[in-house]
Nanobody
Framework: QVQLVESGGGLVQAGGSLRLSCAAS????????MGWFRQAPGKEREFVAA????????YYADSLKGRFTISGEYAKNLVFLQMNSLKPEDTAVYYC?????????????????WGQGTQVTVSS
């Protein structure tokens, strides 16, 4: 099993920035990458960003590219999400997930382990 703990969420004004962190523990050798997803009130959970450990390739939702940046420290089992120019529509619970499968990197089915989520609220 892999345990994931997110931190860094909170309340921020529109235009501000936050950096989310995710720490993984347990059988982390079984993961091939990490991802961030979010779920806004009344909406389905959606893909935000992902990083592949082999090669360090990064992937983003098209609408977020340029504002959000994912990075990781494989040896420390850490992944980060830098969020800039935040908008009220970014308000959501943000989840860290560990990828173990071979499905498409944007597919939730590829991620076997999930954190508890951290709330991000952006005020206008």
């Amino acid at each position: 099993q892999v345990q994931l703990v997110e931190s860094g969420g909170g309340l921020v004004q529109a235009g501000g920035s936050l950096r989310l962190s995710c720490a993984a523990s347990g059988r982390t050798f079984s993961t091939n990458g990490m991802g961030w997803f979010r779920q806004a009130p009344g909406k389905e959970r959606e893909f935000v960003a992902a990083i592949r450990w082999s090669g360090g390739n990064t992937y983003y939702a098209d609408s977020l590219k340029g504002r959000f940046t994912i990075s990781g420290e494989y040896a420390k089992n850490l992944v980060f999400l830098q969020m800039n120019s935040l908008k009220p529509e970014d308000t959501a619970v943000y989840y860290c997930a560990a990828r173990t499968g071979a499905q498409l990197i944007r597919s939730q089915a590829a991620y076997a382990y999930w954190g508890q989520g951290t709330q991000v609220t952006v005020s206008s």
